[in-house]
């Protein structure tokens, strides 16, 4: 218990935490860019140097859920994840430095305006406060999202699975000490599976939830609780080739967006197809899939063409996650406007034409945030579109959407400079008037731009 | 019932409401910008030549909240703002042509950049598709959120209270008939009380929600929804006055601030004074204060200094919406901060003083939306900001914070545009490399800037 709460009782640990987190998160907003990136470089040589201590820490998690797996409990894939090595605690050493190495998100001016004469006002990028993470089995999102918070001065609740418990403790404890020099308090662990519950309620004091894990564990989350959540669930992706696509291009993109790499959330789902070219179309297309393990299923239409099983309406509304795929004929980009409006959701969207207005329908008619021409789905991607760290993909269309970087985790202030400045003077009969001319200047504290 | 409904059978009114507004949604994200704005006009004209029609409807509400009054279950501020006349429909035919000659907020590219030869990736502003607003008695709020809706392309779903319910009837007619030629269902009227709770769980339906009434009412909707709010419960705004402050300045300030408009969420509550200064500075606002008929209360040290009552804790986290202010003595500008971060609501908290360090301490120190030097609280509002057509102020730290303009009302989605690109080229040993460079482009559907 930190020496400020001795006259507190908290009814959970939980709500101590976050309070010293939110204290934390004041100070934390001030430090300087040199000490954030010092403090971040300090966390990767420490995982480096204590690497015994984190394999043996590690070595415990997957002995228990070897257990686990013996007794049907666990999955091969949940221990595969959880296990860390040389090479995998080289990586979030890596990935920890390239965060440092990223512009700093604060302290920029987005906007500038003079008010009247000597009166400015400036908006400027600041940290949102405390975010709190809720994350599944892997380890390294433990990591991560620590240095993603720290990058955007941002305090941070860790919550992790049970099942890794030992690495999460260890990992938690030399990000402490790697990072003495900043606010105490600035990072918190939640342990007991209870505290959870009770963190999903601090809407008062928590102002950003980031759940790292299945479809269905983050929309328990956002289910659970009134604390925005920034987060992605699934991702139903649709290919279209339009009667004016090169059907060469189209033939490697929908390939490309299933097999590439089936099990994440910009993978194609549903290809669809214009009728004026399906015959043309499918029979090649459905070949190579094949040769791929592509298990297909088409509506009737397709089936006409090209011998696939048969799709079910569930089909339309399915992530498959796998090398599974289902295709649809239809009448025109009109047509696959509309059945991907009803169908998808809202991720990622790809058309293939040489038709520029068939283009401007597609992109501009389908609700998604991400729609892409003559391209594969799996470019949504914020490595891929140059964003820097990827703090997360975001399904909601509110403050952050489609992969995000680490502007997400950042908001702003207005800072207002004046000498004196009053309202009467802009109100009533004699009022001033306001000028409202836009300024190419930084905010300086306290001084005035003068341009 | 629709044509498009005919097979379904909603269980409230409400979802087949949404559902409609939904799809309306998606023609409205492509109607031009000069349409909306002949909408908009269209609306404007439409109330003034139906002035008789509302005002008739509208002495209707006036006649049965006066009988409410007469029995003390409405108050008279509740009639008076219900009331309507010929030069309040003016000023909202005038509001709904202002908004018409506001900048556009959709369409623009925020961000374009090469990620490889002939892949360019373009980040365009677009509406956030379904927004809903739940407002009290004033019916000028149902036209202006409309427009507001309207001019950044979203479907709006529009409830009021019931002791506006013939009022708003006929605006809404008005509306509607009035923007024929835009897709129809684009706004809808609730009108059963039993419906808003119905509305505030559609949160895989709506996507923003704008409540305006008291604070209360805002917090009621904030915690009986999990659609995102837009909107502001509370304003405990301070003035701080340095021990380096030019008092004279301070003075007019701090009487500005509480007294030109103290009803307002951004007048000032709680007055913090340096002690150095205290002795000095009070003893003429005080009489200032008092002519003007503001009752005080003080901490122990300001009536030491002045004959004021004694303020309670409960005063420092008052919001009195009345001219009553309370005053503190505080040790320096951090005893001021830590005073602010304690009390404030984060809304708009002002520094008076010659110190270019200590406004930079209480800048940069204090977590609000805005933070001012050397003016006024009063200044926090979007109009004086420049913002254009005020949306709303947030209280919320995520999407938009403070004073918020028609930017608030879009959300983005990104355009790729390639020409047959694959993720595999990218990825493995002989991965190609990205440019990621930065380019001075629009978003032209269908086409590359070729820069």
Chains 1, 2 share one sequence.
Not at 68 to 88: F, I, P, S
Not at 91 to 106: H, K, N, T
Not at 350 to 378: K, L, P, Q, W, Y
Request: glycine share 8%.
């Amino acid at each position: 218990m930190s020496e400020h709460d001795h006259d507190h009782d908290y009814d959970h640990e939980t709500d101590r935490q976050v309070t010293e987190a939110q204290r934390a998160a004041l100070k934390l907003a001030n430090v300087d860019e040199s000490e954030r990136n010092a403090a971040l470089n300090s966390i990767a040589d420490a995982i480096r140097e204590r690497e015994d201590e984190i394999l043996a820490a590690n070595a415990e998690d997957v002995e228990a859920a070897e257990g686990m797996l013996e007794r049907g409990e666990y999955t091969q894939a949940l221990v595969d994840r959880l296990k860390l090595d040389e090479a995998k605690l080289e990586d979030i050493a890596g990935m920890v430095e390239s965060v440092a190495e990223q512009d700093d998100p604060l302290g920029a001016t987005l906007e500038a305006r003079e008010l009247d004469a000597d009166l400015e006002l400036y908006r400027v990028a600041v940290p949102i406060g405390v975010i709190a993470t809720v994350f599944e089995s892997r380890p390294d999102a433990l990591v991560q999202i620590a240095a993603l918070a720290l990058k955007s001065g941002n305090a941070v609740i860790l919550k992790g699975g049970s099942e890794a418990s030992e690495s999460n403790r260890i990992l938690y404890e030399i990000i402490r000490e790697a990072t003495a020099d900043l606010p105490a308090g600035w990072a918190q662990l939640i342990e007991a599976h209870e505290e959870v519950d009770r963190l999903l309620e601090l809407d008062d004091k928590v102002d950003l939830v980031m759940p790292r894990g299945s479809s269905d564990f983050v929309s328990y989350i956002q289910d659970n609780t009134q604390i925005p959540v920034l987060g992605h669930t699934e991702g139903v992706c649709h290919v279209y080739v339009d009667s004016e696509a090169d059907l060469e291009m189209a033939e490697d993109i929908a390939f490309d967006a299933k097999v590439q790499y089936p099990a994440v959330c910009n993978a194609v789902e549903t290809l669809l197809v214009d009728e004026a070219v399906a015959a043309d179309f499918l029979p090649g297309l459905v070949e190579r899939y094949e040769k791929a393990g592509v298990e297909l299923r088409g509506d009737e239409t397709t089936r006409e063409i090209v011998d696939v099983g048969a799709a079910t309406d569930g089909d339309w509304r399915t992530e498959y996650g796998d090398l599974e795929l289902s295709i649809k004929v239809v009448g025109d980009v009109y047509g696959a406007v509309e059945h991907v409006n009803e169908n998808g959701s809202k991720h990622t969207e790809s058309i293939v034409t040489e038709d520029t207005d068939a283009a401007e329908t597609f992109m501009t008619g389908i609700d998604a945030a991400s729609v892409f021409h003559n391209a594969s789905t799996r470019f949504a991607d914020g490595y891929r579109y140059g964003l820097g760290a990827e703090v997360g993909i975001s399904t909601g269309k509110i403050h952050a959407r489609g992969p995000v970087g680490l502007e997400g985790l950042t908001t702003y202030k207005y800072y207002l400079e004046g000498e004196g400045h009053l309202v009467a003077s802009y109100s009533g009969e004699d009022a001033f008037p306001f000028s409202h001319r836009e300024l190419d200047a930084e905010w300086t504290p306290g001084e005035r731009s003068g341009e």
